[in-house]
């Protein structure tokens, strides 16, 4: 008697084809470039040996494959591209940068930009992380 | 560099056999290949394995060629000479030793850009400058190295451009962040197919006994692992850019 298949066959996904993981790309991909300038301050300081360990603690954690970076990465400079040339559009470039305009407006509402020097900040924060002027009043 | 400079400078051979060789233990052990044609780099830019595993949130990069490389020996070779076997038997090549494979087949993929001064000089075309290994002087079995082996292209339209990062960003996946994979595409291809697009003119190579000239000569003529390094440094060219 042979066992039956395993129902549980890894199934490969082309990764411009998943709008839910390429979402949560662009979502960490954001909070990623927020945390950054703090965070390559203090790996600046951080001795070789211990930047990996330091930059995941400083850093969000990703959450999805790496190819959904990639494609992220793809959509952002497809994006500033068609700020000033028109371009046929395959679907998947379409309804990825719809998903990407859509996560970047999520983050901009959850981190308005300093009334100062424009730099977003979290809500909770009642001085701007880069010029310190006071926000949120 | 006029037509006169090219024919005095010593030109790549693109159809002649390639010979390498190897000095083990003081004895010199030589390689000579048939010419690897543009499907023979193809399966070996396809074999190539990129990806990027995660287990529990610890990532792994996994770049792997050295067995694309073997299957490109053992495709292309057509012969050895100071070896002590029997040359001509059926399984003669299998008897090789791996890492004498290995090592010529590092020779045979060896080509790099070269950056100089000139590259800033902005025109019409824009110049990649390769060096490469290509095959052993006869009389002292020293490979032969060319540098300054010229390609020149016409500058990439925005299209072309989004070409290569549009095919080069399309990646596989499997899993979740946590316990994931991903597997990248060989940027090989989509550059080879954009330098066929984008050659205007190359210097150093010859074919036939003539220096290489004319777009559809160099398209079919052109070593593929030439082609794919020259377009792959025009479209994502690797500079030190600093701010003084």
Not at chain 1, 53 to 82: F, H, M, N, Q
Not at chain 2, 58 to 73: G, I, K, P
Not at chain 2, 147 to 169: A, D, W, Y
Request: charged fraction near 25%.
């Amino acid at each position: 008697m042979t066992a039956p298949p395993s129902s549980k066959r890894p199934v490969w996904r082309d990764a411009s084809r998943d709008p839910d993981a390429l979402a949560r790309a662009a979502a960490e991909f954001f909070e990623e470039g927020y945390e950054y300038p703090i965070a390559s301050k203090i790996l600046a300081d951080t001795p070789v040996e211990l930047q990996a360990e330091a930059r995941g603690k400083l850093l969000p954690r990703r959450t999805v494959p790496d190819g959904c970076y990639v494609w992220a990465s793809y959509l952002i400079w497809l994006e500033r591209v068609l700020d000033v040339v028109d371009l046929q559009l395959a679907a998947a470039e379409v309804e990825g940068l719809m998903i990407l305009r859509r996560e970047r407006n999520r983050f901009e509402s959850g981190h308005p930009p300093c009334p100062r020097c424009g730099m977003p900040n979290a809500l909770h924060l009642l001085r701007c992380r880069e010029c310190m002027a006071e926000i949120g009043k | 560099m006029t037509e006169t400079e090219q024919q005095d400078k010593v030109l790549l051979p693109l159809d002649a056999p390639r010979s390498i060789a190897l000095r083990v233990n003081q004895k010199l052990l030589t390689w000579h290949f048939r010419r690897v044609t543009q499907p023979d780099w193809q399966k070996f830019f396809d074999g190539i394995v990129n990806r990027t595993l995660r287990h529990n949130g610890v990532e792994e990069r996994v770049f792997e060629s050295d067995t694309a490389l073997l299957e490109l020996v053992d495709r292309t070779l057509s012969s050895v000479h100071g070896y002590d076997f029997d040359a001509t038997a059926a399984d003669w090549k299998a008897a090789l030793p791996i890492q004498h494979k290995v090592t010529v087949g590092v020779v045979l993929r060896a080509v790099a850009c070269e950056t100089a001064v000139d590259d800033l000089v902005l025109g019409p075309h824009i110049d990649v400058r390769l060096t490469s290994s290509w095959s052993m002087e006869k009389q002292t079995g020293r490979m032969t190295t060319y540098s300054g082996l010229v390609h020149r292209f016409r500058h990439p339209s925005i299209e072309q451009m989004r070409e290569f990062n549009f095919e080069t960003s399309r990646t596989r996946i499997l899993g979740t962040g946590q316990d994931g994979v991903t597997v990248y595409p060989n940027r090989q291809s989509v550059a080879m197919r954009l330098y066929d697009q984008l050659i205007d003119s190359v210097e150093g190579y010859a074919a036939k006994g003539e220096p290489l000239t004319g777009i559809e000569a160099i398209r079919s003529e052109m070593d593929a692992m030439h082609k794919a390094t020259a377009a792959m440094q025009l479209f994502s060219p690797s500079q030190s850019i600093e701010i003084p």
